[in-house]
């Protein structure tokens, strides 16, 4: 136990400065999510704690927000003090929203640890305006990197799962060949990189 108070000790400054960071990229990520939700009906997909949607759901109209696991969904409900935001328990594979139900839908770091990232985007396609937004946020990096194993070493310890398998660019090749067409990306640093997308439906 002695052992594992030193090594927090020790890392606490490195690993606060990780969580700066991470806070200032999301922060950095809320204002170009804003800009999209603006007035519009938007999903988002693997909401856990709802973080995402109870930063943007001032500027949009309404929000669908959901997640696999009802524990996160109950501890999401708990603080949720706005009338526009609604959460609940669904399967991304298999939604329960008509076609063509939302502007916008959300899906932040979930891409790379469903087991078939593909059909997510099919049911998202089905779901989303044929001239609505994709917001798909992504941490991304080559995990045989120094710092990437650091960082990597860090993350695992802080409880965060880490099946990321996606440089930035093989991420937002993997969007284009599913039938999405990347309107803006960028990469914000955080303890990851983290790619932010904006796409919309490739046209057929």
């Known amino acids: 136990m002695q052992e594992h108070k030193n090594f927090w000790d020790k890392n606490a400054g490195r690993y606060d400065r990780f969580m700066r960071k991470d806070r200032a990229a999301y922060d950095e990520m809320y204002v170009l999510i804003r ?12 909401t856990g704690t709802g973080l995402i949607a109870k930063h943007i759901v001032n500027a949009a109209a309404h929000i669908e927000a959901t997640d696999a696991s009802p524990e996160m969904i109950a501890e999401a409900k708990r603080d949720n003090r706005s009338a526009k935001l609604h959460f609940s328990v669904q399967d991304m594979f298999r ?37 609505g937004t994709l917001i798909a ?25 880490l099946h990321s398998k996606w440089t930035s660019a093989e991420y937002l090749r993997f969007l284009r060949q599913n039938g999405w067409t990347v309107r803006k990306s960028a990469v914000l640093k955080a303890s990851f990189p983290l790619t932010y997308a904006e796409c919309v439906k490739s046209e057929v």
């Open 137 to 161: 946020p992504t941490f991304t990096h080559a995990g045989n990197s120094f710092s990437g194993k650091v960082k990597a070493f860090f993350m695992k310890l802080a409880g965060f799962p």
């Open 35 to 46: 800009l999209v939700v603006k007035a519009k009906t938007v999903l988002e997909l693997a």
């Open 95 to 131: 939604l329960p929203y008509a076609n063509q139900s939302f502007n916008v839908v959300i899906v932040s770091n979930a891409l790379h640890i469903v087991p078939q990232p593909e059909k997510a985007l099919q049911e998202i396609k089905r779901v989303l305006k044929d001239d």
